[in-house]
């Protein structure tokens, strides 16, 4: 089966500009993920959704951050403005059932200059 | 509430010695446990998982993890270290039901030396 697909791969941005991720799960997963991952920290749940519903959004600093999922299949993540920490890598990652383990795609790296 | 702690940020072993990365997880309700494997500017990569099933857990590349609830303990393991393994892996937990988000640890980064 096709993996989740993300892009872009890279991304450089000037801080105060907007940039946005796009994210496609493997057909079916009804759960999909975005996480947030420093360097030298573990990834950080940003937001969780179910088909196009928000399940946790707890983690999301929603003044410049904002997800959508429109149609419960493919989804993004825009940050707008971008602050110099929000460097990152930013992970997406869908599950077919809970309790059977994330796919996670391979991932944008953002660069906040 | 949920946490993850990984004991040691770096770890370093020979090839074909054995690999041990610790993993210490607190957990108010019954957990899920994940480990994942990351290869240098590539997504995470499922190794194992314990789900309340068998408590010794066996994964792929020869990687197998014990779930010691006395010890709150899911050590990964691995007999004999291969160059290949070089990678970081993270440990997760989430809970055994409600919205399943994983809480991950900070990461251990293996070097195998020849």
């Known amino acids: 089966e096709a993996g989740v697909a993300q892009s872009p791969r890279y991304k450089i941005i000037e801080k105060r500009q907007s940039v946005a991720f796009w994210c496609n799960p493997i057909s079916g997963h009804a759960t999909l993920y975005w996480y947030q991952q420093i360097l030298g920290q573990g990834p950080k749940l940003l937001i969780q959704?179910?088909?196009?519903?928000?399940?946790?959004d707890s983690q999301l600093p929603k003044d410049r951050f904002s997800a959508e999922r429109l149609k419960g299949v493919d989804s993004t993540l825009k940050i707008q403005p971008a602050k110099l920490e929000d460097s990152a890598v930013y992970l997406c990652a869908s599950s077919l059932r809970t309790g059977n383990g994330y796919t996670f795609g391979s991932g944008t790296r953002l660069t906040v200059v | 509430a949920q946490s993850v702690t990984q004991l040691g940020s770096h770890v370093s072993v020979s090839e074909g010695a054995l690999v041990l990365l610790r993993c210490n997880y607190s957990s108010s309700v019954p957990p899920y446990l994940f480990w994942y494997v990351q290869y240098p500017n590539q997504g995470l990569q499922l190794l194992l998982k314990?789900?309340?099933?068998?408590?010794l857990v066996k994964g792929i590349n020869g990687f197998e993890a014990e779930f010691k609830k006395s010890e709150t303990s899911f050590h990964l393991t691995k007999p004999s270290a291969h160059m290949s393994d070089a990678a970081e892996y993270f440990c997760?937990?989430?809970?055994?039901?409600?919205?399943?988000?994983?809480?991950f640890g900070t990461g251990t980064r293996l070097k195998v030396l020849a």
């Open positions: 959704f179910q088909n196009n519903g928000v399940v946790d």
């Open positions: 997760a937990v989430s809970r055994a039901s409600g919205t399943y988000k994983y809480i």
């Open positions: 314990y789900t309340s099933a068998a408590t």
